[in-house]
């Protein structure tokens, strides 16, 4: 009776877990046609079926129309964008491709910025280059911030992958924090370049500079540089 029971347990816990993930799915953020999961205004943001570095600036992109990437815009450089599906815990995946000394950046509930730069062959990195967390702002100055552990930037031209693993802030019934955001995990390209880390409040240029919330949106940054991303995809969890 006693093995019985304890069958009977886990089938349960099993199956409240599957049951668990299931009604939370992985959110797609861009179908490969349109952006309807964005809010408007969209700006020069498009889809196209590829990009490549132009054979005449390397610091700009050739883009071929269609359909399965996303990218802002002939020009480079356009307003920055603003999901309609808003995070809290959240596990994404994103994939981006920068030309040469093109910068932008993916900021989580509109206010945590994981940087995106061309920084391929710098032997060091700081804060400001690709997957740092990037700094704080206040009194004209910056401060926090956080470099990646190694560079694993790709050359210019070519598709990487961030996959991060995001706890949101936490707050009491009153509405007041009592714990920090935190990047518990990133990886960059396959390596490892954070592990938890806290931003105790939104990092410089977010959507929302003085506020906290315990959910809000993903924002690409769309005015610093030509980018493109696909497979934009966020799996809302549970971490304690």
Known sequence: MHSQKVLTLVTAVMFALSAAGAEKPAVSLFNGRDLT????????????????????????????????I?????GGRTINLISRFEHGDVEAHIEFVVPKNSNSGVYFQGRYEVQILDSWGKETVTYGDCGGIYERWANDKGYEGQAPRVNASKAPGEWQTFDVLFRAPRFDRSGKKIQNARFV??????????????????????VYENDEKPKGPLMLQGDHGPVAFRNLSLKPIELP
């Open 185 to 206: 995990k990133v990886t960059h390209n396959g390596k490892v370049i954070h592990e938890n880390v806290e931003v105790t409040g939104p990092t410089r240029a977010a």
């Open 70 to 74: 996303l990218v802002n815009g002939p």
């Open 37 to 68: 999961a964005w809010r408007q205004p969209t700006g020069k943001w498009t889809a196209a079926r590829k990009v490549s570095l132009s054979a005449d600036d390397p610091a700009k992109f050739q883009i071929e129309s269609g359909e399965g």
